[in-house]
């Protein structure tokens, strides 16, 4: 591996319980494991190194925050090889737990791939449009069309505060899209900024999704807390709260900050929404609807 690639930290080890109560069923819509390199090789033109992030781990954060359900969002640095994230959502089924998956495919993946994903518990495909190079927008409607009778949705790595273009052509997809990570907006321009206006237009039509998430990484503080993303929080559970889900983003790989505390993270849900009904929705109802849950 190129000593030009930066290695990640690892997550820290969570060791307290929330402080507000967990709706049963809680989903943590986005996170990722990383597996032994010599079972499940990097791609060479990665933008990072991640450390080994087991399933069990994973799980063990789950148990500590009260979390029943989860969502593993395929990382960038396995590129289009989803054959970990396949592992271990037939592992977690196996043993009787809940989750569902998001995957990075080629446009030209055959059926047969995408319905043994869709039978592992996959419900969508990620879309890096956050560094232009590569994808273009043909493969973003092949992809959206491929997938529309399968009930899955694309999710957009994207910046929306650059991105007008893009933002323009959502509600013509046939597809439903979840922005991740608050629409990467940075906090310092927040709320005014023209995309994130198209963003909360788009929730407020029940064209889009997006997860509150990634809070640590549009704040524009060092460390924790992040008073300056409450405003941008609080704005998309205010365009339309049932268009909004949770994620921790565990083990919060290519972050070269003060690595966040996951307790942290769910209980900053208590002051973007202080409405516990709502917060309900958020946690467990919305994700249900979204990643086809059986309740």
């Known amino acids: 591996m190129s000593s030009e690639i930066p290695f990640c930290e690892a997550a820290r080890n969570v060791v307290r319980r929330p402080g507000l109560a967990i709706p049963a069923k809680s989903c943590d819509t986005h996170a990722h494991v990383f597996g032994r390199h010599e079972d499940y090789p990097f791609i060479p033109n990665r933008t990072y190194t991640p450390p ?3 399933l069990a781990q994973y799980l063990e954060l789950h148990r500590m925050l009260g979390i029943e359900r989860g969502v593993l969002v395929q990382p960038s640095v396995y590129g289009t090889d989803n054959r970990l994230h396949l592992h271990a959502l037939r592992e977690l089924r196996e043993r009787g737990h809940d989750y569902r998956g998001v ?3 080629d446009p030209d993946i055959s059926s047969a791939e995408l319905q043994e994903l869709h039978g ?8 890096n449009l956050l560094f232009r190079g590569g994808l273009q927008w043909e493969d973003v409607l092949r992809l959206a069309d491929r997938i529309a009778g399968m009930g899955w949705h694309l999710q957009f790595l994207i910046n929306v505060s650059d991105c ?3 933002m323009d052509r959502v509600p013509d997809l046939s ?5 991740d990570h608050m629409g990467h907006v940075p906090a310092a ?25 990634g809070s640590y990484r549009v704040t524009m503080q060092g460390e924790y807390p992040y008073p300056d993303v409450v405003d941008v929080a609080r704005a998309l559970v205010a365009a339309n709260a049932d268009r909004c889900v949770w994620g921790s983003d565990w083990p919060h790989p290519h972050f070269p900050g003060l690595m966040p505390d996951d307790t942290d993270l769910l209980e900053d849900m208590a002051v973007w929404v202080p409405d516990a009904a709502v917060r309900e929705r958020i946690l467990m109802s919305n994700p249900s609807r979204l990643y086809d849950f059986d309740d």
């Open 103 to 105: 995957c990075v495919v």
């Open 120 to 127: 592992a518990g996959f419900r969508g495909v990620r879309m």
């Open 175 to 179: 597809v439903p899209v979840v922005f």
């Open 164 to 166: 007008d273009d893009i």
């Open 189 to 213: 321009p927040g709320v005014d900024n023209s995309g994130f206006q198209k963003l909360l237009k788009l929730l407020e039509g029940n064209k889009a999704w997006v997860k509150l998430s």
């Open 52 to 54: 080994e992030a087991s």
